[in-house]
């Protein structure tokens, strides 16, 4: 199976800045696309980011020019660098990751992390 364990989230004001960081680990044979999305009180998960192998990224409009994501193939993880936070962006945010587990099995499964929850004040 394939853990994935995010870490980096808090309490910060807004203006401000965290790094969340997700790796996977277990039975991992290659990952194709990462990413993070989260979930605010009373609303339902959205999409924030995206990062493919190759390094390609996707971004929810909200957060353009202020957060940025990245991924260490070696080790399996993906980053997420938040500036200029905003209230707003208060949430619990999730790791996902699409995973190979074997080199004989062409399919990808998504797996999650727990969440670390993010709180932004004003």
């Known amino acids: 199976q394939v853990q994935l364990v995010e870490s980096g989230g808090g309490l910060v004001q807004a203006g401000g800045s965290l790094r969340l960081s997700c790796a996977a680990s277990?039975?991992?044979?290659?990952?194709?696309?990462m990413g993070w999305y989260r979930q605010g009180p009373g609303k339902q998960r959205e999409l924030v980011a995206t990062?493919?192998?190759?390094?390609?990224?996707n971004y929810v409009d909200s957060v353009k020019d202020r957060f940025t994501i990245s991924r260490d193939n070696a080790k399996n993880t993906v980053y997420l660098q938040m500036n200029s936070l905003k209230p707003e962006d208060t949430a619990v945010y999730y790791c996902?990751?699409?995973?190979?587990?074997?080199?004989?099995?062409?399919?990808?499964?998504?797996?999650w992390g727990q969440g670390t929850q993010v709180t932004v004040s004003s």
């Open positions: 996902n990751a699409a995973v190979r587990g074997s080199p004989y099995r062409p399919s990808y499964s998504p797996f």
């Open positions: 990062i493919n192998s190759g390094g390609s990224t």
């Open positions: 277990g039975t991992i044979f290659s990952i194709s696309v």
